[in-house]
């Protein structure tokens, strides 16, 4: 058997590094996906407040800043920082926009059906409603129990 060695390049196609400007459906796909860089910040910014409250001394007889120290510095300094507000408000303006695009790819990827006796899917429009529901039921439950704890 020959074993001929072939010198010839094989094509690489140019890809430009903003092909995902050029169609909507993948820009709204790579922002959406781009949120989970905030769902980090955010995620990593309630990691350190429950380390910072891991921190404190609860073994004290009467509460004091100094036994809180560590847990009051990330609520009123760290918190309190213009740039983590507006960081925040970036998260949470992020975490909208997810959840609304995930809301209305919901109906196309889970197929719900009127009966188990029929084919018939349950329309868009219901399944996203009950989506937007949970969403304000669970934000209503959240700021009730946020408000009783003041």
């Known amino acids: 058997m020959s074993e001929a060695k072939s010198f010839r390049k094989p094509y690489k196609r140019p890809v430009d590094k903003l092909w995902w400007l050029k169609n909507k459906f993948f820009t709204v796909y790579m922002i959406r996906e781009g949120t989970a860089v905030t769902a980090l910040f955010a995620a990593l910014e309630i990691i350190l407040g429950i380390f910072l409250f891991g921190l404190c001394n609860l073994d004290a007889e009467t509460a004091t800043a100094e036994t809180a120290a560590p847990y009051l510095w ?74 009783a704890t003041i």
């Open 74 to 147: 990330w609520v009123q300094d760290f918190l309190g920082n213009p740039l983590v507000i507006i960081l925040n408000l970036v998260c949470l303006a992020a975490s909208l926009f997810h959840a609304v695009t995930w809301f209305n790819l919901m109906p196309k990827a889970v197929r719900l059906f009127m009966n188990k006796n029929s084919t018939e899917l349950l329309p868009d429009y219901i399944v996203k409603m009950g989506l937007y529901g949970a969403l304000a039921g669970a934000t209503v439950v959240i700021l009730v129990f946020a408000v």
